[in-house]
């Protein structure tokens, strides 16, 4: 089962309509190898149909994350990045000079993890982090 046939199963387990606008964002967030944003969506799909807004591919990718199905992370610039669970998890690091990203292991997070909850009682969400930072070139400057 694709990607995306397993996320509109799981929503539809859970009670949610799948509209034919939820279908093609769906599938365009299941099938993107990377992080994308609502508007790199909203242009992809413009090209198929004008029957989606970007308050209707907001929504869906909100649903998704609420749901667990999506993760989403703030790599620069303001701007918020999508990706489905599936693609694994990882951190970002971001450069805030150039904004480069760098993806790194999430293994390195899960010591982290574990002062949080035993400290704090907190269980954070690492699989998919963004750490701001300079990347070596920039170091250099």
Not at 42 to 52: D, E, G, N, Y
Not at 98 to 113: F, H, P, Q, S, W
Not at 130 to 138: P, R, V, W
Request: charged share 25%; glycine share 4%; net charge negative.
């Amino acid at each position: 089962m694709s990607h995306s046939h397993s996320i509109i199963a799981e929503l539809r387990s859970k009670g949610y309509r799948i509209t034919p606008q939820r279908e093609l964002i769906i599938q365009a967030l299941a099938h993107h190898p990377k992080h994308i944003t609502a508007e790199e969506i909203a242009h992809q799909l413009q090209q198929q149909t004008s029957a989606i807004n970007i308050a209707t591919i907001y929504r869906t990718l909100e649903l998704l994350w609420e749901e667990g199905l999506a993760c989403r992370n703030d790599l620069s610039e303001g701007k918020t990045f999508y990706a489905i669970n599936e693609h694994g998890p990882h951190i970002h690091l971001v450069c805030r000079k150039c904004n480069r990203v760098i993806d790194a292991d999430a293994i390195v997070l899960k010591e982290l993890g574990e002062i949080l909850q035993e400290k704090y009682q907190f269980d954070p969400d690492l699989d998919h982090s963004s750490i701001f930072g300079l990347c070596s070139a920039c170091q250099d400057r």
